[in-house]
């Protein structure tokens, strides 16, 4: 797929100045011509598999229904009001892994899954917000799209689904194959298909501060050194048994003061973080898998990529894939930035690196992370 400008006329920078995270914009013709990266019958066949996390909702006679995947049995297309939703197609699909990476105008760290809604005519998931950002590009079909800047978003009670109690829409759009419309978080909207539809989510990550601070901690409990045991000698005074004591607690407060965290443990844990893939995901290995000469040669000739799967970032000289981190030397730091950015290596890049590097590239290759092209 020709890589495009999806913003139209609008430039990165004036997009991520005045509407990122800030209001809607919507983009007619994002994508000119766009034609779905697989069919609707392909993507009702991927609902189907135990690797694939897909959602069926319908609405029939007004009643609200979700069944989680795998869906093995889906309604008629010809019925009205419902939708199937296939998480992370990106993952399985290499149009759709391409189509993603023209959304890494929004750094890696942020960017998360392309999710494709197929609905029927009527079909929808009910008026509701989310709590990240995301770009709603039409593929197929039309699908209307109402939204609203309203600050109550409390939930109806007792649905199946994160549906909205009130929704006062400001602004109705319809969306043709090719129209895109953005969304900041907390941004109230309802799309409903017009006939037979197709569309793309490309949602980004939002951990709340909570998620962050206990993963951080958990992170970090290895790295714990506070030496020495309790003692109280000469602190206890008389008192009732069952009392919790001031010098036991006070003991305890002096010590874990003593905790510290630097600007390097954070950035150590939020790149493992970042790059860690959710734990849905499993990677392939190659089936033969080359020997190491062989895969040396191969990769030398015709160069390697990243698996669609694969998550590689980096801070300074720390590379982080798929969670783990290490530091190679500078010839090789720079290569793997080259990987990193662009997710593939030309031919003949391989033989600068380092035999360390090598071998890391070829245990990547045995589990699946990188690819020969």
Request: proline share 5%; aromatic share 10%.
């Amino acid at each position: 797929m020709e890589k495009i400008s999806i913003l139209g006329s609008v430039t990165t920078q004036q997009f991520l100045q005045k509407y990122w995270q800030k209001k809607p914009l919507l983009i007619r013709q994002a994508i000119p011509d766009m034609q779905p990266v697989l069919s609707r019958d392909e993507l009702l066949e991927m609902a189907e598999r135990d690797d694939v996390e897909s959602r069926l909702i319908t609405q029939f006679r007004g009643n609200w229904k979700l069944e989680h995947g795998p869906i093995t049995t889906s309604p008629k297309v010809s019925q009205k009001n419902w939708t199937m939703l296939v998480q992370g197609v990106n993952l399985h699909h290499d149009q759709a892994s391409t189509l993603l990476n023209q959304f890494r105008f929004i750094p890696d760290s942020r960017l998360d899954d392309l999710m494709i809604s197929y609905a029927t005519d009527g079909g929808g998931v009910g008026a509701h917000f989310d709590s990240y950002d995301v770009f709603l590009l039409q593929a197929s079909g039309q699908r209307r799209w109402r939204i609203s800047a309203q600050k109550d978003l409390t939930l109806q009670p007792d649905l199946p689904l994160k549906i909205l109690q009130t929704f006062t829409p400001d602004q109705e759009f319809l969306l043709e194959p090719g129209d895109m419309l953005y969304l900041p978080p907390g941004y109230a909207h309802e799309g409903v298909a017009v006939g037979e539809c197709m569309t793309y989510s490309i949602g980004y990550r939002a951990p709340s501060w909570q998620e962050l601070g206990e993963s951080f901690l958990t992170f970090m409990a290895d790295s714990i050194d506070l030496q020495g045991m309790y003692s109280d000698a000469g602190k206890l005074s008389e008192q009732p048994p069952a009392q919790l004591g001031d010098a036991l607690i006070q003991e305890v407060v002096k010590q874990f003061n003593k905790l510290a965290f630097t600007s390097s443990d954070i950035e150590l844990f939020l790149g493992e973080y970042f790059s860690e893939p959710k734990n849905s995901v499993f990677f392939d290995p190659p089936s033969p898998c080359l020997s190491a000469a062989r895969f040396a040669a191969a990769s030398e000739k015709q160069g390697l990529k990243l698996s669609r799967k694969s998550r590689m970032l980096y801070r300074n000289k720390t590379i982080f894939i798929n969670g783990l981190s290490f530091m190679p030397n500078t010839n090789d730091r720079n290569m793997l930035i080259k990987l990193a950015n662009q997710r593939q290596l030309e031919a003949g890049a391989v033989k600068t690196g380092s035999v360390d590097l090598r071998e890391s590239l070829f245990s990547w290759y045995c589990d699946g992370w990188i690819e020969i092209l």
